[in-house]
């Protein structure tokens, strides 16, 4: 009997041991975070080898081409020295200056500078990668950048052929303030870049003025002006070159990144560039050929010509089945392209040439094309279209460009002037103005003793110019004798409202 109750007694704490056990299965872990949470679970910080200060590098709003210079602190929390290898960055707008292998001490820090140099409007982010001896380790910077006010660019994935010529790039430059803008040095230090001085603008050693030093050139307010020009030595090796453009100026040093991508054989145009050049009326009609140069092995055969973008002024003819064959004497026609002047909108635009070339450089490529339409005028400015004749005397007379291209003065003529008027224009003739600026002076000398004519008279003279773009002639009125005022006494009646 005893031995039956220890039996039962043992079933009885198996069986609440088997439930203890059901009940810890469907232990509700939720809960069991909530009665502990007043005691968490703590683990010590540890802390890497390298920080940064500050933790991210920010630079303010940057205009394209002019560089900004910050510093960043590399802090060593070992108690070892630490190696940095190398920084690398993955945006070529930032770039670590003049940094070289170095070891961090124990416990100490160094600075590194950092270059930030805008190629595009627009917010940029990048990560700077340290090589080091504790591992590879990563460091965020970013930027915003905005238009030159320079109107300065930058020469990004350009493209030319081994042996082919390539099209000279103007460098111009445009002065936003109020006061001269001096050009103290340009240079470079790249030799895949050929550059041609613009010879206008005299040398270095030419021009002194004053307590300015030594300058190359002047650009007066408002004033855009080309300073230089470049085209690619494409006689170097195969590859991907890349340098920059440094102008110097009284101001801002602008530094101008340049992009080539140098690649062997393939097709090459004949010309630098597609210009339709100027137009000068609606529905006027330009055509030029489009032909190319092979500097390959095999003869590639052009599959198509299509526009980028739809462009209703422009057509294009091709030739049946236009092969290009390698070292031939002449350039091959593939195509001639049309241009209507329909409408007055600006000309700019690319086409995409396919090929049958295996070469994927080859395979489809862009050409650009462009052209002008002239609209405009030459002005005189309000204060000169009418003279009153005083006396004898010497004026200066202010002609402006409000063409939307530079403008050359290639001879002037003055017709149906008074007796006494006589005229200076040897200082406009040959001149060139920019856009919207003045051109040289002429003088218009009066001598009034020769105008025996005392009653008042009117008389208009002609000034007839002609330039690269148009023939226009301008009235200039002269107006002699002398106004008189004679006041007639009356009776003048006033009524007051009260």
């Known amino acids: ?71 960043v602190t590399i802090i060593n929390h070992a108690n070892s020295g630490v190696e940095v290898y190398s920084i690398y960055s993955l945006d070529a707008q930032f770039y670590p200056l003049f940094f070289h292998p170095v070891t961090i001490p124990p416990k100490t820090n160094i600075s590194v500078t950092i270059l930030y140099l805008p190629q595009v409007v627009n917010f940029a982010e990048t990560i700077l ?57 340009i240079f470079t230090l790249e030799n895949f870049l050929i550059f041609k001085e ?97 500097h390959g092995l095999s003869d590639v055969m052009i599959t198509n010509i299509i526009p980028l973008q739809t462009e209703t002024r422009l057509g294009i003819e091709m030739e049946t089945f236009p092969i290009v064959r390698p070292n031939e004497m002449e350039p091959i026609r593939v195509a001639s392209l049309t241009f209507v002047s329909k409408n007055m909108d600006r000309i700019q635009g690319k086409l995409l040439i396919t090929t049958n070339d295996s070469h994927n450089a080859y395979a489809a490529f862009e050409v650009a094309y462009t052209g002008i339409i002239l609209q405009g005028r030459i002005s005189m400015a309000s ?13 200066s007379l202010h002609l402006y460009n409000r063409f939307n291209v530079p403008i050359i003065i290639r001879d002037i003529k003055v017709s149906t002037c008074p007796a006494f008027v006589r005229w200076d224009t040897s200082a406009i003739k040959g001149s060139i103005s920019a856009p919207n600026q003045a051109f040289p002076p002429f003088l218009l000398l009066m001598n009034k003793s020769d105008n025996v004519e005392s009653e008042i008279r009117s008389k208009t ?36 409202l009260c």
């Open 129 to 185: 990668q340290l090589n080091t001896s504790s591992g590879e380790v990563e460091y965020e910077v970013r930027g915003v950048g905005i238009a030159s006010p320079y109107h300065s660019t930058p020469f990004l994935q350009l493209k030319a052929y081994i042996g082919a010529p390539t099209q000279e790039r103007a460098v111009h430059v445009f002065n936003p303030y109020h006061h001269p803008l001096y050009i103290f040095e």
């Open 461 to 496: 003279c002609w000034i007839e110019l002609t330039t690269n773009a148009s023939f226009q002639r301008l009235p200039l009125h002269f107006v002699s004798g002398k106004l008189s005022l004679e006041a007639i006494e009356a009776n003048v009646s006033v009524l007051l």
């Open 1 to 71: 009997m005893r031995s039956s109750w220890i039996t039962l007694r043992s079933i009885t704490w198996l069986l609440i041991f088997l439930k203890c056990l059901a009940d810890l299965s469907v232990f509700d872990s939720a809960s069991y975070t909530d009665y502990y949470e007043d005691s968490p679970v703590t683990t010590p910080e540890i802390l890497p080898d390298l920080t940064f200060e500050p933790s991210a590098l920010a630079f303010e709003e940057s205009p394209l081409c002019i560089a900004k210079l910050k510093d």
């Open 383 to 395: 204060n000169n279209a009418t003279i009153f004749l005083l006396s004898t005397r010497t004026l």
């Open 198 to 294: 613009n010879t206008a603008l005299g040398t270095l050693t030419d021009n002194k003025r004053g307590d300015i030093p030594s300058y190359y050139s002047v650009i007066e307010p408002g004033e855009t002006k080309d300073l230089i020009s470049f085209s690619f030595n494409t006689k170097m090796p195969a590859g991907f070159y890349r340098g920059f453009l440094h102008i110097q100026t009284n101001i801002d040093t602008l530094i101008l990144p340049i992009e080539i991508d140098l690649v062997p054989g393939g097709l090459s145009l004949s010309r630098p560039d597609i210009s339709f050049g100027i137009f000068t009326r609606r529905n006027e009609r330009k055509t030029v050929d489009l032909s190319f140069w092979n």
